[in-house]
């Protein structure tokens, strides 16, 4: 087991499906997750946005160990971090609008504010015309633009995209890595999971490198 | 552009909570809460109204009434009434008429027990207001007629008490079997809507949603459908109140009068109780509920 102590850092180590795995990134760092599939990089990402424990090892995200907080606290933490689901994770009985707005009513933002954000958010993405649809009502890359709009509306600390280019053609996925990118300027952590080799050599960051559920490269 | 409502079903619970089923049952439960509520407040008003009866009657048998008593060249009816009016805590002593002792006697011994080979004594009765035992004034009895039995409906009325406790009590139990099986119901409902809309659960938590945040949200939709049901089982339960309270009012004393019966005014402001208790098991059964399926997912 192994932690980084300060800053914000992502140590995890399963033995389930990925073991002996420590890392750190540091604030404001960018980077690429890549190894072949089931290499283990939706569980790694798992363990980032909270949605697993580890069963043994420490797991430290924006300063704050896991393992030792509160319920709510835990979901406050949740709050910091923004989550692209490889299958988008849309709730189906809402709008594009109300899924995009869902992080900013948690968080008890004012409808106004939530009005503005989502709106230029969605616009951004190419959707401002499709803002009461529901997601069975869109096209795959449609859905995936929401669902990356939902993860990014809160400002979060750390985002964390499991194949965020994978339904979206070049001209779409150009712009997801233009805000991505543009995010991370502005200090948010990102770790972006992908098959895509092209994208990473466009966009060079250090990189994950999982194999068979271990870490085989850093940097 | 679309404004979006502010208050949204974020869980789509309208649809995994159904709106007909668990009103259904609730209301049920509610409608017999409401008659085992009606139960026990008619039980205690008719122990209250037949031990202030019963408790203080006094009754009085002479046997043999029209043979003179030993002592006073009177029958022993007469001697017997003598006592009775000379002790203490004895109020208001008659002797029943002959038209009154044949519509006593009639159920049993038939029409006209003037005819009958067996002799019938004479009935006086008086209220009792005395906190000792009959044994003097029977010794009294005797001595001034011989084989005059008397007896008060203290027994009776410590038998009624008896009885009227344990309605009481089997109406506090069916109450409280009614609220545990109402908690149940919810817990299944709740259950079945935490099933049906796990995955919106899990992305929501994901979110940062807090504990609060979602059982909240189901147990406001709990509470407004056990309300709204408790509310129509109790309004329900009505007709069948008015029709036990016309049954009952001749055994509560209650003079018969023109047009609907009534209840019982404590029944009327207990019967709003029914939709807030439903309200509030809802609540606390619904919070519990959630709250410990989510300590489960993460």
């Given amino acids: ?219 | 552009m679309k404004v979006a409502p502010r208050r949204i079903d974020r869980l789509g619970l309208r649809s995994a909570m159904a709106d007909r089923l668990l009103p259904s049952v609730v209301g049920a439960m509610s409608f017999l809460a409401v008659l085992a509520l009606a139960g026990t407040i008619a039980a205690a008003t008719l122990a209250s109204q037949w031990q202030g009866d019963t408790g203080a009657a006094l009754t009085v048998q002479v046997p043999d009434p029209r043979r003179l008593a030993a002592a006073g060249g009177i029958d022993r009816t007469a001697a017997v009434l003598g006592v009775l009016q000379a002790t203490p805590g004895v109020t208001g002593a008659r002797a029943l008429t002959g038209p009154e002792l044949d519509a006593l006697l009639e159920p049993w011994l038939g029409q006209d027990t003037a005819k009958l080979a067996l002799p019938v004594p004479a009935v006086i009765t008086a209220s009792w207001s005395g906190t000792g035992s009959l044994d003097g004034l029977r010794a009294a009895l005797d001595e001034a007629a011989p084989g005059t039995l008397a007896e008060t409906g203290a027994r009776w009325a410590a038998r009624v008490a008896a009885l009227t406790g344990s309605l009481q009590a089997s109406a506090a139990a069916v109450l409280l079997i009614v609220a545990l099986v109402a908690a149940a119901v919810l817990s299944v409902a709740t259950h079945a809507g935490l099933a049906q809309r796990r995955e919106a659960i899990e992305i929501i938590h994901g979110l940062g949603a807090l504990d609060s945040d979602i059982a909240d949200r189901f147990a406001i939709r709990a509470t407004v459908l056990a309300a709204a049901g408790a509310a129509i089982g109790a309004v329900l339960a009505l007709p069948v109140l008015f029709w036990l309270a016309a049954l009952a009012a001749p055994f509560a004393g209650i003079v018969p009068h023109p047009g609907p019966p009534t209840l019982p005014a404590i029944l009327w402001i207990e019967l709003p109780a029914v939709p807030l208790a439903a309200a509030a098991i809802g609540w606390v059964t619904t919070q519990f509920t959630v709250r410990g399926w989510l300590r489960r997912l993460a």
């Avoid at chain 1, 072949?36 to 420490?58: D, F, V």
């Avoid at chain 1, 449609?142 to 995209?161: F, S, T, Y």
């Fill in chain 1, 1 to 219: 087991m192994k932690y980084r102590r300060a800053g914000e850092a992502i140590l995890a180590s399963s033995p389930d499906v990925i073991s002996d795995i420590s890392f750190a990134i540091e604030d404001g760092g960018f980077r690429w997750l890549t190894g072949a599939s089931g290499a283990g990089k939706t569980s790694l990402l798992k363990l980032m946005y909270l949605a697993e424990h580890p069963s043994l090892g420490r797991i430290d995200i924006l300063g704050t160990q896991a393992a030792r907080i509160s319920r709510r606290e835990m979901a406050l933490l949740r709050r910091r971090i923004g989550v692209v689901y490889q299958d988008f994770r849309l709730l189906d009985h809402l709008s594009a609008y109300d899924n995009v707005a869902l992080p900013m009513r948690l968080a008890r933002k004012s409808e106004a504010q939530i009005r503005a954000d989502v709106t230029e958010l969605l616009r951004w993405v190419g959707l401002s015309g499709k803002l009461d649809r529901r997601p069975a009502e869109l096209s795959g890359g449609e859905q995936q633009r929401i669902a990356i709009a939902r993860a990014v509306v809160g400002r979060p600390k750390l985002l964390v995209a499991d194949e965020p280019t994978g339904n979206l053609d070049d001209d779409q996925a150009e712009r997801l890595m233009l805000l991505i990118t543009a995010l991370n300027r502005l200090g948010t952590t990102v770790v972006v999971a992908t098959h895509n080799l092209n994208l990473v050599r466009r966009y060079p960051a250090p990189r994950l490198e999982l194999a068979g559920g271990r870490l085989v490269a850093d940097g």
